[in-house]
């Protein structure tokens, strides 16, 4: 059984910095397009930053040069390093698997984790 399991969230000052991780277990991690996506309350799960198992990346606008992600097939692993976190930043942070990569959208991955919270003090 897959299972995604997301870490790292917590609650930092505006300016400051996060590394999420995301481990995926009972799947080929390394054949798989990977994907942090987040949803603030009452608004809809967006994409935040993909990359591929050929290292492609895709990071949403309003993250670029700030989070950097990145995957370790060895560990199974992926991660998103987020600096110069704003207090908009703030949300429910997830990591989601996908097999068929068509872009960084939540209808293209299969296999979720439950979430990792985000809090951004101003």
């Known amino acids: 059984q897959v299972q995604v399991v997301e870490s790292g969230g917590g609650l930092v000052q505006a300016g400051g910095s996060l590394r999420l991780s995301c481990t995926a277990s009972?799947?080929?991690?390394?054949?798989?397009?990977m994907g942090w996506f987040r949803q603030a309350p009452g608004k809809e799960r967006e994409g935040v930053s993909c990359?591929?198992?050929?290292?492609?990346?895709y990071y949403a606008d309003s993250v670029k040069g700030r989070f950097t992600i990145s995957r370790d097939n060895h560990k199974n692993t992926m991660y998103l390093q987020m600096n110069s976190l704003k207090p908009e930043d703030t949300a429910m942070y997830y990591c989601?698997?996908?097999?068929?990569?068509?872009?960084?959208?939540?209808?293209?991955?299969?296999?979720w984790g439950q979430g990792t919270q985000v809090t951004i003090s101003s």
């Open positions: 009972a799947l080929t991690f390394d054949r798989y397009a």
């Open positions: 990359i591929t198992w050929t290292g492609s990346l």
């Open positions: 989601a698997a996908g097999l068929f990569y068509r872009g960084c959208y939540r209808d293209n991955f299969n296999y």
